[in-house]
């Protein structure tokens, strides 16, 4: 079965070889400003074989970063970091789509160079510690967004596609799972908003389709992807009815052609399916931990076109090769993931 996984596809514009895509996973290793460094271009041009890379989580403002040494994409030399690292992937014959992800209430002030509280739907504070230079700290009560703020903020995920596409970039993914900011506009309870961005089911998703037609307007639905985690509790997120508003949430994406909707299962197969049979085009499903037959399986009975691989991708450049080959796997080192140099990071072995 795992030979599900090894047939040619195409996602928006790009004809991939096989069924496997690298996940977003956060590194922090750029520069305090928000570079990406060629330390970075190394990584993702390593782990091009995988065909599709996501990035890690990238601020699309001064206000969306959550976390220390994560990259941006809304300055001059963010920009520059990028084109390195697009340029990089591109010549080893992978393609890079850049995930934007605004953090919204998971932020610390210590995290960003502006130190301003962070921000979100409402001013409720998540019962959960973030990490910081000085170690885990309780996030602060975030300052509730005005209107005018949630427009300057679509905006701002409009301007980070049209610079990640300059900089070379195949396309974006809009994050809008794991508790970040427009998770937070869905859920029911850091979002107690009364206005047109809250209250009913239409009001939560506003902000969702909002941003997703800001960008495939800019640069094409083809090079748009949106990534949900319905159901999901991480950055203490409540949803008491996942069913009805992801459903409505995906009717009002769909007339928009995007080039994937990118699903995180977090262990509800009914509600997976429900999704999977909800929208019209290309499913990559993201099911954590679980064996590559289980992620071949996903392909062949078609709750999933494509499967994206977090850990194992990050422990294995060549984990294509590896599989194809049978060969064993490198175990990921968890002390390393989150900064640090080259140890842990691009120093896995490779079969040859």
């Known amino acids: 079965m795992a030979t599900a996984l090894w047939a040619p596809t195409a996602v928006g514009g790009l004809e991939l070889a096989h069924r496997l895509v690298m996940a977003p996973m956060t590194r922090n290793r750029a520069t305090p400003d928000g570079v990406p460094t060629p330390l970075n271009a190394t990584?993702?041009?390593?782990?091009?074989?995988?065909?599709?890379?996501?990035?890690?989580?990238?601020?699309?403002?001064?206000?969306?970063?959550?976390?220390?040494?994560?990259?941006?994409?809304?300055?001059?030399?963010?920009?520059?970091?990028?084109?390195?690292?697009?340029?990089?992937?591109?010549?080893?014959?992978?393609?890079?789509?850049?995930?934007l992800m605004h953090a919204g209430r998971i932020a610390h002030p210590a995290n960003t160079p502006h130190g301003r509280r962070p921000v979100a739907p409402s001013a409720v504070r998540p019962a959960h510690t973030v990490f910081t230079a000085s170690g885990p700290q309780p996030t602060p009560v975030p300052r509730a967004m005005s209107e005018a703020e949630v427009s300057a903020t679509i905006e701002h995920f409009r301007h980070a596609a049209a610079s990640a596409v300059a900089a070379g970039a195949d396309?974006?993914?809009?994050?809008?799972?794991?508790?970040?900011?427009?998770?937070?506009?869905?859920?029911?309870?850091?979002?107690?908003?009364?206005?047109?961005?809250?209250?009913?089911v239409a009001g939560r998703i506003r902000f969702a389709v909002e941003v997703a037609r800001a960008v495939a307007r800019t640069i094409g639905p083809e090079r748009t992807g949106i990534r949900i985690s319905p159901g999901g509790t991480l950055h203490d997120i409540v949803e008491r009815d996942p069913g009805r508003v992801y459903g409505a949430l995906l009717r009002a994406l769909a007339p928009l052609g995007l080039a994937y909707l990118h699903l995180v299962h977090g262990g509800d197969d009914r509600l997976a399916a429900a999704l999977r049979g909800a929208w019209p085009g290309t499913v990559i499903l993201n099911r954590g931990g679980a064996a590559?037959?289980?992620r071949a399986s996903d392909v062949e009975t078609g709750l999933a076109d494509l499967v994206s691989v977090g850990a194992l991708a990050l422990a294995n450049p060549d984990l294509v090769e590896r599989l194809r080959a049978g060969a064993p796997l490198n175990r990921p080192d968890r002390a390393t993931f989150y900064g640090g140099d080259h140890r842990g990071y691009t120093d896995y072995p490779c079969l040859r």
């Open 43 to 99: 990584y993702y041009a390593q782990r091009a074989s995988m065909g599709l890379l996501i990035s890690e989580g990238t601020q699309p403002c001064a206000d969306g970063q959550g976390y220390p040494l994560t990259p941006g994409i809304h300055t001059p030399e963010q920009i520059a970091g990028w084109r390195r690292v697009a340029d990089s992937v591109h010549e080893a014959g992978g393609h890079l789509f850049v995930q």
């Open 171 to 200: 396309g974006v993914e809009i994050h809008a799972g794991n508790g970040y900011l427009i998770h937070q506009f869905l859920s029911d309870n850091a979002n107690q908003r009364d206005d047109a961005y809250g209250g009913t």
């Open 292 to 294: 590559i037959g289980t």
